[in-house]
């Protein structure tokens, strides 16, 4: 291919980088902070119908368009798929059933024998996974016996304990103790109009046996389902002064965490379960720590669009992570740092900084002073190191002295942060006890928190960009890290975004902060990796399905997102001449939009890979627009690579 011909006009450029961040300033709030929709599969939306039925809490017409929307995720296979045009999933599917059959779906509509027919074809909602079988219990719909023993008192264990929830990540411990209290009490949902999925089980279920599996299919997970055993015969004869302590310790460590009405972890999970857990144990829905659970959860709820989609449950919000990732791509398109719309969205991510939380992390890292910033409005007690490297690096482009303190304070606190092992995990550091990955409880296998490629390589780029250099110890380890992470194929796995496109563009930027030399074999074979997987038409893209080894490779269609992803790392690695990038770009100068945003069905992120999907729609508006400004600005000063850590 002629490289001449394939290079986009500047002038092109210009224009689309002008009009498409002019649209994306009018996503801005008033206070200065910018938020978009964050969807998942039809879990969450089917969770929280089900909530409101367990609590006889029914408002009927917001149920309607949340039934809506569940029946517009149905795939062509019948069923429910984790991610858009993905394949059938037990868990969504029953739960997406039980939702809209409570929400009024005859059995016998044609999606609902669709869904039944192919949830029974693969074994029936007896294959579900825990959390599934554990909202099922609450129905009634399987014996509490097809779920695996909590008990209580594990909210007693001290860290240093095998099995703890201090040994668990921030997202596992807010789910768990809540659910230790429902597991104990084990509250009947009110189930105010009777509703049963008996159908869609192929045997009864107290007829069904060997509910626990072996998660990791070890000796070790052999040894935990034994374990299991024994603790459901013994634990009807726990002392009852201990269970009352445990319960006790809970309720504690829910209402410390509550964030006001922002919720418990700020996740939907955690916080229905706390909804779930104050009502087992009797509290009104008018007590102050029932009520807030219950006004974060529905805080959750989309807003109403002018088209007219209906709205949905969402899994959490993003406010911090949309506004600086927002911020990067508008400062690469030419917005000024003294931008009035720039000073508000700075201004107001320097009042959501946690400087006087010690959070979870504290329990690993006792007298690190907080610097961080968390995901959502206030989750005080869970910030992550990749929101507060996004946002160090943002503030630190500002090159405003009134941000000085602010950087200071989030480099020390990610400085801190760093694991044994030389990388970051997101919420916690050292969060390695890969052990309890084999407990039946863990068949999600998404119980911990330890260090990734694309998290450490953000904490490399902010810690470079804000002039640490390449012989401090926490840059030198954070590179052995990397070094030592690369598959062999020369990409890197991406944990939070889809997929080894996300991890490799992660990986090079932190390279290219540190001042790499791009001649070295194994940054060759990172940028050959990522143009070998450049599609016929230039673009990118990764199906959620490459998170399983053998469909690594799979991808169905180029993605906005991912094709800018790709670009960002090859340019980068030096690439920004490369026949390559320009294809790249004439792809996204091609892409349809709609607004502010390219046109962008698929999910290019995950919460926990292979069972929980994400799409951020603000992905498809801020990175594309970041990759064409940062092209536009790399070819006309002739530079050679970007300036910035990411």
Request: proline content about 6%; aromatic content about 12%.
């Amino acid at each position: 291919m002629n490289a001449t011909v394939l290079a986009p006009r500047l002038e092109e450029v210009d224009a689309l980088v002008s009009e498409a961040a002019e649209l994306l300033t009018t996503r801005q709030r008033e206070d200065g902070h910018i938020l978009y929709d964050l969807e998942a599969d039809a879990t969450i939306a089917s969770e929280y119908i089900m909530l409101e039925h367990f609590l006889d809490m029914i408002d009927a017409p917001r149920q309607a368009e949340y039934a809506q929307y569940i029946r517009g995720l149905q795939g062509a296979h019948g069923g429910w798929p984790l991610f858009y045009n993905g394949d059938f999933n037990m868990s969504a599917s029953v739960k997406a059933y039980f939702a809209l059959k409570l929400a009024g779906d005859s059995v016998d509509a044609e999606h609902m024998v669709r869904a039944r027919e192919v949830i029974l074809s693969h074994g029936g909602a007896a294959q579900s996974n825990v959390f599934t079988l554990y909202a099922l219990a609450l129905f009634g719909e399987v014996p509490w016996h097809a779920v695996p023993v909590m008990p209580i008192e594990l909210m007693l264990m001290p860290r240093w304990f095998p099995i703890s929830l201090w040994r668990m990540a921030y997202w596992s411990r807010t789910v768990i103790a809540p659910l230790l209290i429902v597991a104990t009490v084990k509250p009947m949902a009110r189930n105010p109009h009777g509703v049963r999925i008996q159908e869609l089980f192929t045997r009864p279920p107290l007829e069904v046996t060997g509910w626990l599996r072996n998660p990791t299919g070890s000796l070790l997970g052999k040894f935990f389902i034994g374990l299991d055993k024994v603790l459901r015969v013994v634990e009807p004869h726990f002392p009852k002064a201990l269970r009352k302590r445990a319960i006790d310790k809970a309720v504690k460590f829910i209402e410390e965490r509550l964030n006001g009405n922002e919720g418990l972890g700020g996740i939907y999970p955690a916080m229905a379960n706390a909804v779930m857990a104050f009502d087992a144990l009797g509290y009104a829905p008018d007590h102050p720590s029932r009520a807030a659970a219950m006004a974060a959860v529905r805080q959750l709820i989309s807003q109403k669009k002018a088209d007219g989609t209906p709205r949905f449950c969402q899994s959490c919000v993003s406010p911090v992570w949309d506004t600086s990732l927002a911020g990067h791509a508008l400062l690469e398109a030419g917005l000024a740092p003294g931008d009035p719309r720039m000073r508000k969205a700075f201004d107001w991510l320097l009042g959501t900084q946690i400087l006087d939380v010690e959070g979870d992390w504290a329990i690993q890292r006792p007298g690190l002073r907080p610097g961080g910033w968390a995901f959502q409005y206030r989750n005080d007690h869970y910030p992550d190191v990749d929101d507060t490297a996004v946002v160090g690096m943002l503030l630190d482009r500002a090159q405003d002295p009134r941000h000085d303190e602010s950087i200071a304070r989030a480099a020390e606190w990610v400085i801190g942060m760093q694991s044994k092992n030389g990388g970051w995990g997101a919420f916690d550091a050292d969060n390695t006890a890969y052990y309890l990955n084999s407990i039946p409880f863990a068949d999600h296998g998404a119980l911990l928190d330890p260090p990734t490629a694309d998290v450490s390589a953000r904490c490399v780029g902010f810690l470079a960009q804000a002039g640490y250099g390449i012989d401090h110890p926490a840059i030198r380890r954070g590179i052995e890290f990397l070094d030592a992470d690369q598959k062999e194929d020369g990409s890197w796995f991406g944990r939070w975004g889809t997929n080894y496109v996300y991890g490799t563009w992660s990986a090079l930027c932190a390279y290219n902060a540190v001042g790499a030399d791009f001649s070295q074999p194994h940054l060759r074979r990172a940028v050959s990796w990522l143009k070998s997987r450049q599609r016929d038409d230039g673009g990118w893209g990764e199906d959620g399905a490459t998170y399983w080894d053998e469909r690594r490779a799979e991808v169905k269609a180029s993605t906005p997102s991912q094709t800018a992803w790709a670009v960002l790392g090859l340019m980068a690695a030096g690439e920004v001449e490369s026949d390559a990038v320009k294809r790249g770009i004439a792809y996204l100068m091609a892409a349809k939009r709609t607004g502010e945003k390219w046109d962008e069905a698929w999910y290019t992120a995950v919460g926990f890979p292979r069972v929980f999907y994400l799409r951020y729609d603000g992905y498809s508006a801020y990175f594309p627009l970041w990759a064409l400004a940062r092209y536009r600005n790399l070819v006309r000063a002739n530079a050679g690579r970007p300036a910035f850590g990411m």
